[in-house]
């Protein structure tokens, strides 16, 4: 059985799908339970314009109250929302996650100083090495900060978004990467895999092999997967490749959560 615990529809700005269209795919797909974690990122730079990109979270609840009983015979939906957090916004996250009746909440790094990786903006007059650490860094810092979430999303993404010739071997950032880790696993948080690589033609998994195993070794448990999609087709792609992967490097369980609290279920 599969979990889908990272999917966007139209309530996010880069997906036009409805909401139904991707909890009909999950059922034709025979998923037992998905979350929907629609985008919200404040305060990003575009055309030197500073823009928020916010989920209308009053529609957007009340439309998942009223698909997740249209459909509650069929597929467990769950409520979620998917952070783009930066140092000077996460006040602004706190009150919206103590606002709003969430069972996850992703925690992702999208923007950095209020410019976005997916644009390509961070990474202009910067080394690939100098991308890197800075977006390490600024995890860290956040998350020493910001404790009102789930798992940590996509946490390599600063992989995607740079020269996919010249990744940087993870071990280069091991002392970073080992403190996000660990600071995670004492908060009792968790990490996504995020198979969003496979579209992506990433040549490892996100987060990376080494960061999975490294969670694993450190005493993380805590792990969910996700799709990252944003039409019907991306729905759970890639996580029959996944799943045995988890396996292999000694995963025994699979999270999914219920008012932001983990339950565990066995690969």
């Given at each position: 059985?599969?979990y889908?615990?990272?999917?966007?529809?139209?309530?996010s700005?880069?997906?036009?799908t409805p909401?139904?269209?991707?909890?009909?795919k999950?059922?034709d797909?025979?998923?037992?339970?998905i979350?929907f974690?629609?985008?919200?990122?404040?305060?990003?730079?575009?055309?030197?314009?500073?823009?928020?990109?916010?989920?209308?979270?009053k529609?957007y609840?009340?439309?998942?109250?009223?698909?997740?009983?249209?459909y509650?015979?069929?597929?467990t939906?769950?409520k979620?929302?998917?952070i783009?957090?930066?140092?000077?916004?996460?006040d602004k996250?706190?009150?919206?996650?103590?606002?709003?009746?969430?069972d996850?909440?992703?925690a992702?790094?999208?923007?950095?100083?209020?410019?976005?990786l997916?644009?390509?903006?961070?990474?202009?007059?910067?080394s690939?090495?100098?991308?890197?650490r800075?977006?390490?860094?600024?995890?860290?810092?956040i998350?020493?900060k910001?404790?009102?979430?789930s798992v940590?999303?996509?946490?390599?993404?600063?992989k995607?978004y740079?020269?996919?010739?010249?990744?940087?071997?993870?071990?280069?950032?091991?002392?970073?990467?080992?403190?996000?880790l660990?600071?995670?696993?004492?908060?009792?948080?968790?990490?996504?895999?995020?198979?969003s690589?496979?579209r992506y033609?990433m040549?490892?998994?996100?987060?990376?092999s080494?960061?999975l195993?490294r969670?694993?070794?450190?005493?993380?448990?805590?792990?969910?997967?996700?799709s990252?999609?944003?039409?019907?087709?991306?729905?759970a792609?890639?996580?029959?490749?996944?799943?045995?992967?988890?396996?292999?490097?000694?995963?025994?369980?699979?999270?999914?959560?219920?008012k932001?609290?983990?339950?565990?279920i066995?690969l």
């Amino acid at each position: 059985m599969y979990y889908d615990y990272h999917m966007h529809c139209d309530f996010s700005r880069d997906s036009k799908t409805p909401m139904e269209d991707m909890i009909r795919k999950s059922i034709d797909l025979k998923l037992s339970e998905i979350c929907f974690t629609d985008h919200s990122d404040y305060s990003i730079l575009v055309n030197n314009i500073e823009q928020d990109h916010e989920v209308d979270y009053k529609n957007y609840l009340k439309s998942l109250e009223f698909f997740q009983n249209k459909y509650k015979k069929e597929i467990t939906i769950k409520k979620g929302v998917e952070i783009g957090l930066q140092n000077h916004t996460i006040d602004k996250y706190i009150e919206d996650i103590k606002s709003y009746d969430f069972d996850f909440v992703i925690a992702s790094i999208h923007t950095i100083n209020k410019s976005d990786l997916i644009d390509r903006d961070f990474y202009k007059n910067k080394s690939q090495y100098e991308a890197y650490r800075q977006y390490y860094e600024n995890l860290y810092n956040i998350i020493k900060k910001f404790k009102n979430y789930s798992v940590l999303g996509h946490l390599d993404l600063v992989k995607r978004y740079g020269d996919l010739n010249n990744i940087i071997d993870d071990k280069i950032f091991g002392d970073e990467i080992d403190e996000i880790l660990k600071m995670a696993i004492y908060d009792g948080k968790g990490i996504e895999i995020n198979t969003s690589c496979f579209r992506y033609n990433m040549p490892d998994l996100t987060p990376s092999s080494y960061i999975l195993k490294r969670y694993k070794e450190l005493g993380g448990e805590i792990l969910t997967t996700g799709s990252d999609s944003h039409n019907p087709s991306q729905v759970a792609y890639g996580f029959e490749k996944v799943y045995p992967q988890l396996q292999d490097m000694g995963y025994k369980y699979i999270c999914t959560f219920d008012k932001m609290k983990p339950n565990f279920i066995k690969l």
